[in-house]
């Protein structure tokens, strides 16, 4: 590979998980009902400060999703989808765990802040940008011409273009990097895979919390919108 060709890292899907939530609602931090609780305590929530949760030294308040995924990390993640798609705050509050999830069946769409972070041998090299959302993770991986430029916010845009086993990406006001392809492919493979094992852990998750109907819409409409997909789960 030529020297100018910059070998892919990783490329990583993330949420962003607002410090504030736990503050305004019974959330992100959502486990498991220990037995311990006061009589009239939702089983479902147990709110615990922890801030391992918040993954990322350089921005502690994205959580990268993969297919290890704790308990908690998932309650966070769920917290962001219905935090960024609820209405109204006094709205939220006011909901048990149980009509909360099911906020989430109702809504035109399941997106939330957040989106693809690439990094190469030198370091972070996309990132999302203003207004980009996770659920833009099905244009980085759909079929693509030579060119295409998935959704990473207002600032900086991303273009990418395919020449031979180089992938150009341009971001707006910045000197053109010329990325090795096969590093690319193999890195957003990897992130795929990881996307679609966290699929498998939320599925999980949302059973032992919610009905089989509703675990199953909102995991289902994830893997679809967001183009993560059931396979291999």
Same mark, same amino acid.
């Given at each position: 590979m030529p020297p100018s060709n910059l070998r892919v890292e990783r490329i990583e899907l993330v949420v962003e998980c607002g410090r504030g939530a736990s503050a305004r609602f019974p959330w992100p931090h959502w486990v498991q009902d220990n037995g311990d609780e006061p009589p009239g305590h939702d089983p479902l929530l147990h709110v615990r400060a922890d801030a391992?949760?918040?993954?990322?030294e350089d921005e502690p308040g994205l959580l990268v999703l993969r297919g290890d995924a704790s308990p908690l990390e998932i309650g966070t993640f769920v917290a962001a989808l219905?935090?960024?798609?609820?209405?109204?705050?006094?709205?939220l509050r006011a909901l048990s765990a149980q009509a909360a999830l099911a906020k989430l069946v109702d809504l035109d769409g399941i997106v939330v802040a957040g989106g693809v972070r690439l990094?190469?041998?030198?370091g972070l090299e996309v990132a999302p940008g203003c207004c980009a959302g996770a659920e833009s993770f099905s244009e980085w991986i759909a079929p693509r011409d030579?060119?295409?430029?998935?959704?990473?916010?207002?600032?900086?845009?991303?273009?990418?273009?395919?020449?031979?086993?180089?992938?150009?990406?341009? /971001?707006? #006001?910045?000197v053109l990097r010329a990325l090795d392809r096969a590093s690319f492919e !193999?890195?957003? *493979?990897?992130?795929? %895979?990881?996307?679609?094992?966290?699929?498998?852990? /939320?599925? #999980?998750?949302?059973n032992e919390r919610c009905t089989p109907e509703?675990?199953? !819409?909102?995991? *289902?409409?994830?893997? %679809?919108?967001?183009?993560?997909?059931?396979?291999? /789960?």
């Open positions: 391992s949760v918040f993954v990322g219905i935090e960024y798609g609820a209405p109204r705050e006094e709205t990094y190469s041998e030198r030579e060119s295409w430029s998935p959704w990473c916010g207002h600032d900086p845009g991303a273009y990418f273009t395919v020449r031979d086993d180089v992938i150009d990406v341009q /971001l707006e #006001r910045e !193999a890195a957003l *493979a990897t992130c795929a %895979r990881e996307a679609r094992a966290f699929c498998g852990m /939320l599925r #999980r998750w949302l509703v675990a199953s !819409a909102i995991a *289902a409409r994830i893997e %679809r919108d967001w183009g993560i997909g059931a396979e291999g /789960l």
